[in-house]
């Protein structure tokens, strides 16, 4: 008797030790939630206190996870689990009812309510992306307010999609949605082939040998290509003057030059350092020091325009059109029967 006694009494104290780190250890996962909440790290706290309600079934937890869900924007979810909690007698939702019911008025005012009237029933029903039933749907949906995306599938009926605006509140936003129905492909088996005519080789005309239509005599178009072979051909002969006159300095700058170093060097001139104006011995070196350097100038400008204005000329004589006129020759017998007599145009 005194050793069953003994061991149910030990019974009791290992109980109570287990309740006690039970209730040690909720504690420390509501303060660890809470703890988050103040961090703004809301998704964790709600993982937290969801794992909280699962294992307990405490009000408190479901409440906490309705104000989570409300910190991430997840209003039907949120009013859902406030209205739940606060329907209950829980000693901590009577301690906390007033800040409770102020949450549940927040979350409101971003709920509206939806009705969908759908004109087939056992149409699923897919509101926001998420399957909520098949039509028809007894009571009002309620949703997040602002642009909703409704969805309708049905067998033998096409898909329908609609976006409609949910105004927050009590309102309730209607919403009609007819599914067409999906046509039958036709059989084209059963349709009948055509009855074959009497003569089953058809009599196949010869295509009309195609005409071409002698080109228009268009005198404005020649006057215009003659006027624009003219311009360019008197602009290509102004280039090429224009360049040989060019090429010509050229020619005689470079002979001047010779001329000029010829007589710099047989005069004995001799340039001391990089001045100009520097010689040793000689004569009248600095004259001809200085025709040498113009006629080199003349010579390299010469040649530069010269090739330049060359190669416009070359360039404008080569697009401009051309000028070939058009000839015919024709040949016949005279009307008096001997000779020939040609005529053409020119």
């Known amino acids: 008797?005194?050793?069953?006694?003994?061991?149910?009494?030990?019974?009791?104290?290992?109980?109570?030790?287990?309740?006690?780190a039970q209730t040690v250890d909720v504690e420390a996962e509501h303060?660890?939630?809470?703890?988050?909440?103040?961090?703004?790290r809301d998704a964790e706290a709600l993982e937290v206190f969801r794992g909280l309600y699962e294992r307990t079934g405490e009000v408190r937890a479901l409440a906490r996870v309705a104000l989570a869900e409300a910190a991430l924007s997840r209003w039907v979810d949120?009013?859902?689990?406030?209205?739940?909690?606060?329907?209950?007698?829980?000693?901590?939702?009577?301690?906390?009812?007033?800040?409770?019911?102020?949450?549940?008025?927040?979350?409101?005012?971003?709920?509206?309510?939806?009705?969908?009237?759908?004109?087939?029933?056992?149409?699923?029903?897919?509101?926001?992306?998420?399957s909520v039933g098949t039509t028809p749907i007894g009571r009002p949906l309620r949703v997040a307010a602002g642009p909703v995306e409704v969805e309708v599938r049905a067998p033998r009926r096409g898909p329908a999609r609609r976006t409609v605006s949910v105004r927050p509140g009590a309102e309730v936003t209607g919403l009609d949605i007819e599914l067409p129905?999906?046509?039958a492909a036709p059989n084209f088996a059963d349709a009948t082939a055509p009855t074959p005519t009497s003569d089953p080789t058809p009599t196949l005309e010869p295509d009309p040998a195609p005409t071409t239509a002698p080109p228009a005599f268009e005198p404005n178009a020649r006057r215009e290509r003659a006027a624009r072979r003219a311009t360019l051909e008197t602009l290509s002969t102004t280039s090429l003057v224009i360049g040989g006159a060019g090429l010509l300095t050229s020619v005689i700058?470079?002979?001047?030059?010779?001329?000029?170093?010829?007589?710099?060097?047989?005069?004995?001139?001799?340039?001391?350092?990089?001045?100009?104006?520097?010689?040793?011995n000689g004569y009248d070196c600095a004259e001809r020091y200085s025709q040498g350097e113009t006629a080199t100038t003349a010579a390299i400008a010469g040649l530069t325009i010269g090739v330049a204005f060359a190669v416009t000329g070359v360039v404008l004589r080569a697009v401009a059109p051309s000028s070939t006129a058009r000839r015919a020759v024709a040949c016949g017998p005279s009307t008096t029967g001997v000779g020939v007599l040609c005529g053409g145009r020119f």
């Open 253 to 280: 700058g470079l002979g001047l030059r010779e001329s000029a170093v010829s007589t710099f060097n047989r005069n004995g001139c001799l340039l001391l350092g990089e001045d100009p104006q520097s010689f040793a």
């Open 31 to 40: 303060q660890r939630g809470v703890a988050l909440r103040n961090e703004r």
């Open 78 to 130: 949120a009013e859902a689990h406030l209205q739940r909690a606060l329907g209950t007698a829980d000693a901590w939702v009577a301690q906390n009812r007033a800040s409770l019911e102020q949450g549940l008025a927040a979350v409101r005012q971003h709920i509206g309510t939806l009705a969908v009237h759908v004109n087939v029933a056992g149409a699923e029903l897919l509101v926001a992306g998420l």
């Open 1 to 20: 008797m005194c050793r069953r006694s003994l061991s149910a009494a030990l019974l009791v104290v290992a109980l109570g030790r287990s309740a006690a």
């Open 181 to 183: 129905p999906v046509e």
